[in-house]
């Protein structure tokens, strides 16, 4: 195998190429990059880099140097354009490029609102890359107002992160509840009494029906006919697989690049890894859109195009910054039944299905999130009556 092709600079097309350096291959490797920037951190971008309290350069996973060292071939601002499998070539603007393994590590789209209802007036901002940031920061400016739509973990970060640099925020969500997707009732009264505490007026069971203004968002009008003067708008309504390359050469897709415990594609020598792909987890298939998803799922496919065999075995972990609130969260909560709640160093709830423990989020206690991690990936569920007695030493619950 001579040439390895990467589609996609983001975590799992980074942490790709750092493993088949890492395992030996010293065959050629390229790297495509839509963006023009090296690969960077996506989360801290609507934190500490919005903020201003991270520079441009800390956000690179590696830098430069580290790719001219790994004899990378690094194309920024160069994006794929097709791929065919059967000829195993790519094209780009500048042509045509074989290759003997490809991998897709497209990511994620966020989703935006429809232009008839205002989505493309300017002041109205999507979280996914430096350049929605870099477009969005002049906005962010003291005593504005700000319109969050959607209130999952991107519209609470966001509002979070305007209220730290002097905003007015209104955040509405369509659902009855905040994070409904996402967490239990509990998790999500427990963070909209601290962004409701934070200054943050919370809408939840609204929808929005349209934005208005001339060329620049100045207003929202609600369902109810509810009218807000607005100064910029946040859309945070979730995001969507990039999956038209691998559509339009034949692949199987199925909420995201459908691939097998190994990472390999419906095509002979193509593989994805990442927010792009579902893969299969027993009788169902799932898409997981994490750093440590990217990161583990990345690194299985990547050995195993140098001759591993191994399958990917997902240990879900996530977080979320809000404030002062570390949230950390181990396991999915997928089928749960009945939560219980924990008080220890913060708040945590555990997920159940009958006796068995599916997942933890923990707010500020960082040691409930350890125990519970532990515990979930072992397969192992302690008594929820002593999970739910504070005085039981979180320790003994192993």
């Not at 097309?13 to 088949?20: F, I, K, Y």
């Not at 920061?137 to 640099?165: M, N, Q």
């Amino acid at each position: 195998m001579d040439h390895i092709a990467i589609v996609g600079g983001g975590q799992a097309g980074a942490t790709t190429v750092e493993t088949l350096r890492k395992k030996g291959f010293d065959g050629r490797i390229t790297l495509w990059c839509a963006e023009p920037e090296i690969p960077y951190q996506r989360p801290p971008l609507s934190k500490a880099y919005l903020l201003g309290d991270m520079a441009r350069e800390r956000l690179h996973l590696r830098p430069r140097a580290f790719y001219d060292d790994q004899r990378v071939d690094l194309h920024l601002a160069t994006p794929v354009t097709s791929i065919d499998p059967a000829a195993r070539t790519l094209t780009h603007a500048g042509g045509v490029e074989a290759w003997d393994a490809l991998v897709l590590s497209t990511g994620a789209t966020p989703r935006r609102l429809p232009a008839a209802i205002g989505g493309d007036l300017g002041g109205v901002h999507t979280v996914r890359t430096l350049a929605d940031i870099d477009a969005m920061e002049p906005d962010f400016a003291p005593d504005a107002h700000l319109l969050v739509v959607g209130g999952g973990y991107i519209g609470l970060e966001a509002a979070a992160v305007a209220r730290k640099r002097g905003m007015r925020v209104t955040l509405l969500e369509a659902a009855e509840r905040l994070l409904s997707r996402v967490s239990c009732a509990e998790t999500a009264a427990w963070f909209a009494a601290k962004h409701r505490a934070e200054g943050v007026d919370i809408r939840e069971g609204t929808q929005l029906d349209r934005l208005t203004g001339d060329g620049r968002v100045t207003g929202a009008v609600l369902a109810d006919g509810t009218v807000l003067a607005v100064d910029s708008v946040v859309i945070g309504i979730g995001v969507t697989p990039n999956t038209a390359l691998a559509q339009a050469a034949g692949l199987a897709v199925d909420n995201g690049i459908a691939v097998d415990a190994r990472g390999r594609t419906s095509a002979a020598g193509v593989w994805a890894a990442g927010d792009c792909c579902s893969f299969p987890v027993g009788d169902i298939r799932l898409r997981l859109e994490s750093v440590p998803h990217a990161i583990e799922q990345a690194q299985t496919v990547a050995g195993n195009i140098l001759g591993d065999t191994t399958d990917y075995l997902a240990k879900p972990w996530f977080w979320s910054d809000q404030y002062d609130v570390k949230l950390q969260i181990a396991g999915l909560n997928t089928g749960f039944d009945r939560v219980v709640q924990r008080d220890g160093d913060g708040r945590s709830h555990w997920y159940y299905a009958g006796d068995r423990l599916l997942a933890v989020d923990a707010m500020n206690d960082p040691r409930a999130y350890m125990v519970g991690k532990r515990l979930v990936e072992a397969g192992r569920s302690p008594d929820p009556a002593q999970v739910a007695d504070g005085s039981v030493p979180i320790k003994s619950l192993m």
